[in-house]
């Protein structure tokens, strides 16, 4: 049990250290597109249930500090086997500078799912800003996509938001429609030993007490957040005590409500606890992936 929290510490530790780096652009590189390429297969379409709203709006799905394919898989496959959406194409960034499109395409596809993979999935987050705003510039130009919705885990939200922050007037970009935030460091990893309750932390609003350098820098970019977005926040909480999802704090994950006051067509929290509300299992949690079908589709 011993050898467990030790691991367990030096984990989180790496974790902070390394989202750290990242959020406050210190280290990496800057690696530029240099190539974009496009392998597309002829396959069948998926047909989509009735249930849902078809459209030909794309839905972009990105990982964390860390993370890679396997961190959204599980959520695009629920999706799929829902008969909510059909998974189109994979986007690899690479160290080189090669952006690679493999998958199927038809501009009559309906509600088609974009995985996007970072090679370097522990880069600035200035540079996966960048990587994002290339990959969504391309969805557009080669691929005919004027509509777009973001799901994001982890740091893969904060690059989300921080995109459409950075972006939000380029007209060579679709248009962002709707957003789920999943364990977002918005402000940092603060308050990560609060000892108040879940319920006292969700009574209390959601300006950070604190604003760390990152939250400020997002402050400032608030008028360039594009209109009439609607975004499901979700947010895990262990329930061991110190409100937090073992990496990000429950504050934290919250205060993107406050980063995006008055900006956003609709807002939604949603907060799941327990093991299953770990933050590498809230991506994995079937509550969650209902709750992200519901409101994409």
């Given at each position: 049990?011993?050898?467990?929290?030790?691991?367990?510490?030096?984990?989180?530790?790496?974790?902070?250290?390394?989202?750290?780096?990242?959020?406050?652009?210190?280290?990496?590189?800057?690696?530029?597109?240099?190539?974009?390429?496009?392998?597309?297969?002829?396959?069948t379409a998926k047909t989509i249930s009735n249930q849902y709203q078809k459209s030909k709006t794309a839905t972009v799905f990105l990982h964390g500090y860390n993370g890679g394919a396997y961190s959204?898989?599980?959520?695009?496959?629920?999706?799929?086997?829902?008969?909510?959406?059909?998974?189109?194409?994979?986007?690899?960034?690479?160290?080189?500078?090669?952006?690679?499109?493999?998958?199927?395409w038809k501009k009559s596809i309906k509600n088609p799912m974009v995985q996007v993979?970072?090679?370097?999935?522990?880069?600035?987050?200035?540079?996966?800003?960048?990587?994002?705003?290339?990959?969504?510039?391309?969805?557009?130009?080669?691929?005919?996509v004027t509509k777009y919705n973001a799901v994001?885990?982890?740091?893969?939200?904060?690059?989300?938001?921080?995109?459409?922050?950075?972006?939000?007037?380029?007209?060579?970009?679709?248009?962002?429609?709707?957003?789920v935030t999943i364990a977002g460091p918005f402000d940092g990893l603060t308050g990560y030993l609060n000892a108040e309750t879940e319920k006292q932390v969700q009574a209390v609003a959601a300006k950070p007490i604190r604003f760390?350098?990152?939250?400020?820098?997002?402050?400032?970019?608030?008028?360039?957040?594009?209109?009439h977005v609607k975004m499901l926040n979700v947010i895990g909480d262990t329930n061991l005590g110190f409100n937090n999802d073992g990496y990000v704090g429950v504050a934290s994950a919250r205060s993107v409500s406050y980063l995006l006051r008055d900006k956003l067509t609709q807002y939604r929290e949603e907060f799941f606890s327990g093991a299953d509300a770990a933050h590498c299992a809230l991506n994995q949690n079937p509550k969650v992936a209902k709750s992200m079908i519901s409101f994409l589709w």
């Open positions: 049990m011993k050898r467990f929290k030790t691991v367990l510490q030096f984990m989180l530790l790496a974790f902070v250290i390394g989202a750290t780096v990242i959020l406050l652009g210190a280290g990496g590189n800057n690696t530029k597109i240099t190539q974009v390429t496009s392998q597309l297969q002829p396959r959204t898989n599980y959520l695009i496959k629920k999706a799929e086997k829902a008969g909510a959406a059909q998974k189109a194409l994979v986007v690899n960034v690479y160290k080189n500078g090669v952006m690679a499109f493999k998958g199927y993979v970072f090679q370097d999935n522990h880069a600035t987050q200035k540079t996966q800003v960048y990587w994002l705003h290339q990959v969504l510039v391309q969805l557009k130009a080669k691929y005919g994001g885990h982890s740091l893969g939200s904060n690059d989300i938001v921080n995109q459409a922050l950075t972006y939000g007037d380029d007209q060579s970009l679709p248009t962002l429609k709707k957003v760390t350098r990152h939250f400020a820098e997002m402050l400032k970019l608030r008028a360039n957040f594009p209109a």
